[in-house]
């Protein structure tokens, strides 16, 4: 299974995943690397990042360790990747599933992701990040915080290319178009948070209900942008009962 992060400034694919993928060791065999731009993976000469890049390096990862099958999870930034990579590989990833996911047609550039695309670096950016990640304000704790702030400062030079003002153009070049989601053959499974301020419910999963073939869509009540935080366990389930 392989797992992409989304893009919020100090994001990496052990930092978003590490918690699911050891609950699903010895079940699922996970790979969760830094996308493009972020962690430990640089940006390739020139480059800013973008869909195809991120798609073709997903692609190139999973050649390289010689999955001819194999399952893709993407969270947000990552959904969208998770989708346009079913869409090239038809023959290659078995099933696909996006959570709080971008790429649907139409969807604009909210507030909240502008907001978290430029958070500074630093304690004060991290809470105001996590807030909006997160529905349920208890799990903004100083822990947390701190932890967001540490990996935003070691990830603010490569950031800083990512996704500079005018940021709706971002949001365009994520945008799959009604060809690309029809080409889909995997069955798509999209989780969502009822409150998620970010991707929000009824502009980011929803359209794509009449865009994918095969799809299913699973939303929970009393959460934000990132259900593997605030619903860990009904989120790991999810996977398993539609992974395998």
Same mark, same amino acid.
């Given at each position: 299974?392989?797992l992409?992060?989304?893009?919020? +400034?100090?994001t990496?694919?052990?930092? %978003?995943?590490?918690?699911?993928?050891? $609950?699903? !060791?010895g079940?699922?065999?996970?790979?969760?690397p830094?996308? =493009?731009?972020?962690?430990?993976s640089?940006?390739?000469?020139?480059?800013?990042?973008?869909?195809?890049?991120?798609?073709?390096?997903?692609?190139?990862?999973?050649?390289?360790?010689?999955?001819?099958?194999?399952? @893709?999870?993407?969270?947000?930034?990552?959904? /969208? @990747?998770?989708l346009?990579?079913? =869409?090239?590989?038809?023959?290659?990833?078995?099933?696909a599933?996006?959570?709080?996911t971008?790429?649907a047609?139409?969807?604009?550039l909210?507030?909240?992701l502008? $907001?978290?695309?430029?958070? +500074?670096?630093?304690?004060?950016?991290?809470?105001?990040? #996590? &807030?909006r990640?997160?529905?349920?304000? %208890?799990?903004?704790?100083? %822990?947390?915080? $701190?932890?967001?702030?540490? /990996?935003?400062? $070691?990830?603010?030079?490569?950031? /800083?290319?990512?996704?500079?003002?005018?940021?709706?153009?971002?949001?365009?070049?994520?945008?799959?178009?009604?060809?690309?989601?029809?080409?889909?053959?995997?069955?798509?499974?999209?989780?969502h &948070? !009822?409150r998620d301020r970010?991707?929000?419910l %009824?502009?980011s999963?929803?359209?794509?209900?009449?865009?994918? +073939?095969?799809?299913? #869509?699973?939303?929970?009540?009393?959460?934000?942008?990132?259900?593997? @935080?605030?619903?860990?366990?009904?989120?790991?389930?999810?996977?398993?009962?539609?992974?395998?």
């Open positions: 299974m392989l992409l992060h989304g893009s919020g +400034p100090g990496t694919g052990a930092g %978003a995943w590490s918690a699911t993928a050891t $609950a699903l !060791a079940r699922v065999r996970c790979i969760a830094d996308q =493009a731009g972020f962690g430990h640089p940006l390739p000469h020139g480059s800013r990042g973008g869909l195809q890049v991120w798609t073709e390096r997903a692609a190139a990862l999973m050649d390289e360790l010689g999955a001819t099958a194999y399952s @893709v999870v993407g969270h947000s930034m990552g959904g /969208a @990747v998770a346009a990579l079913a =869409a090239a590989l038809p023959e290659r990833v078995t099933r599933v996006a959570v709080s971008m790429g047609p139409g969807a604009p909210s507030p909240d502008d $907001a978290l695309w430029g958070a +500074p670096p630093g304690p004060h950016g991290a809470r105001d990040m #996590l &807030g990640l997160l529905h349920d304000p %208890a799990l903004v704790t100083d %822990a947390a915080v $701190a932890a967001r702030a540490e /990996a935003m400062e $070691a990830g603010k030079d490569s950031f /800083a290319a990512l996704f500079p003002p005018p940021r709706e153009r971002w949001v365009d070049d994520l945008t799959l178009s009604p060809t690309i989601l029809a080409a889909i053959r995997a069955p798509v499974l999209l989780v &948070g !009822a970010v991707t929000p %009824a502009e999963a929803l359209p794509l209900l009449d865009h994918v +073939p095969d799809v299913r #869509l699973h939303v929970f009540g009393r959460c934000g942008h990132v259900p593997a @935080v605030e619903h860990p366990g009904e989120l790991r389930r999810l996977l398993l009962d539609f992974l395998t």
